[in-house]
């Protein structure tokens, strides 16, 4: 007879215990539905504090902007003139899916809503803080047709695309631009266009130049070698018999501060203007500094312009000479491309910035690209010497130009 009552109670107990469950599981439902449904209806009739107060202190909010990001306190500010001014937003539940975790203290929630942007989607996360249940995380998404999804994506290509750039840049530390010619179809593409007119000092990357006109000029050949006369310069790699593809590729300031000053002014204007390399500032007392400091100013656009006429052999220069320095220019070959160019950096008016400048040609074509970069507040990152061509190599990548 025990037993027999035993199992009952078991049995019993057995079906009780989930109907406990359920109907706590329903409570905490019909509370969440209230929070979500006063949430929204704090926001359309402009309740700030009621409605920020339904969040967490350290939620989130993501809005449909990819920019759209904020922490509980910078949501609260950025909608606070808002709700002032009572132009806030009316949002309508219409579906909604609850899903509560068995301790019930967590809980997840995907809505559908109907807004002035049309039907969106709102998704989150709750959790119970001191007994009351508070919203972490809130992301609202546009939602898009299946069959305009293509034409949706065309219209937004342009901002997806510097968005993804940005985060290239920020990922590095700095701000900056890049302008990528492609002569096939005649067509700009980059980072922040706005940028592209701008001058800046050309830096190193006037070694390009400076070497055509000392070729060209007769005032060495390419079997010349800078000599080191043993005082010690500020990279180490500078102190030494440099031939000129290993100045070249060091950068090395001293040596082609020492070709200019052979190359002279006067030379360096007349061969300047034959090569239509614009926005230069040379003077006798300048010339083994004005790349670096002064009034030489160059564009991304201009830089990008004449890596083509250079790469192509277009400069009113002689071919053999252009191809030499085409050859001394070569950066990195793989099996699937060569990138050929110049890095640079300079500090003007205290600010610094940093360049890359040249052409990346695969089987099928040679784009040229000119990248320039700034660190942000001008506090200068441990890799800003390196971030100059991983940038441009990111950006290549994201356009699909390289693997």
Not at 30 to 51: F, R, S, T, V
Not at 296 to 313: D, G, Y
Not at 386 to 403: E, N, S, Y
């Amino acid at each position: 007879m025990k037993t027999g009552l035993t199992l009952f109670l078991v049995a019993f107990l057995a079906c009780i215990n989930p109907m406990k469950a359920q109907i706590s599981a329903d409570s905490t439902k019909i509370k969440l539905n209230h929070l979500l449904d006063q949430w929204h209806k704090d926001a359309a009739q402009g309740n700030h504090d009621a409605y920020i107060g339904a969040m967490t202190p350290d939620g989130v909010f993501i809005g449909t902007d990819a920019t759209e990001y904020w922490t509980t306190a910078e949501f609260s500010i950025w909608t606070k003139p808002y709700f002032d001014k009572k132009r806030t937003w009316s949002f309508q539940s219409f579906q909604r899916n609850l899903y509560i975790q068995d301790n019930e203290m967590t809980a997840w929630v995907d809505e559908l809503l109907n807004t002035q942007m049309g039907v969106c989607r709102g998704s989150g996360t709750l959790i119970k803080m001191d007994g009351q249940w508070k919203i972490a995380q809130y992301v609202l998404s546009a939602t898009i047709p299946n069959d305009i999804m293509k034409k949706v994506t065309a219209l937004k290509s342009g901002t997806d695309s510097s968005i993804i750039l940005k985060s290239i840049f920020d990922k590095y530390g700095v701000t900056g631009t890049m302008v990528i010619l492609d002569p096939e179809k005649g067509s700009y593409s980059g980072y922040r266009p706005s940028c592209w007119d701008s001058g800046y000092l050309p830096a190193s990357t006037f070694k390009i130049p400076n070497l055509l006109i000392a070729l060209e000029s007769g005032v060495i050949d390419t079997s010349y070698v800078f000599k080191w006369n043993g005082e010690k310069r500020r990279l180490p790699q500078w102190n030494k018999d440099l031939s000129l593809q290993e100045a070249f590729k060091v950068s090395c300031v001293p040596c082609f501060q020492e070709l200019a000053r052979k190359i002279g002014s006067d030379r360096m204007n007349t061969y300047l203007k034959k090569m239509n390399y614009p926005g230069m500032d040379v003077h006798q007392q300048n010339i083994d500094i004005f790349w670096l400091e002064g009034d030489s100013r160059i564009t991304p656009r201009q830089q990008v312009e004449f890596m083509r006429k250079l790469n192509e052999e277009k400069l009113p220069l002689k071919k053999s000479v252009m191809q030499n320095v085409k050859t001394i220019m070569v950066q990195e070959t793989t099996m699937e491309y060569t990138l050929s160019g110049k890095t640079g950096w300079a500090v003007r008016n205290r600010n610094n910035y940093g360049w890359f400048t040249g052409w990346l040609k695969s089987q099928d074509k040679t784009i040229y690209i000119a990248t320039l970069i700034e660190p942000e507040k001008q506090t200068v990152p441990d890799d800003f010497t390196a971030a100059r061509k991983l940038i441009t190599m990111d950006v290549l990548r994201h356009f699909g130009l390289i693997k």
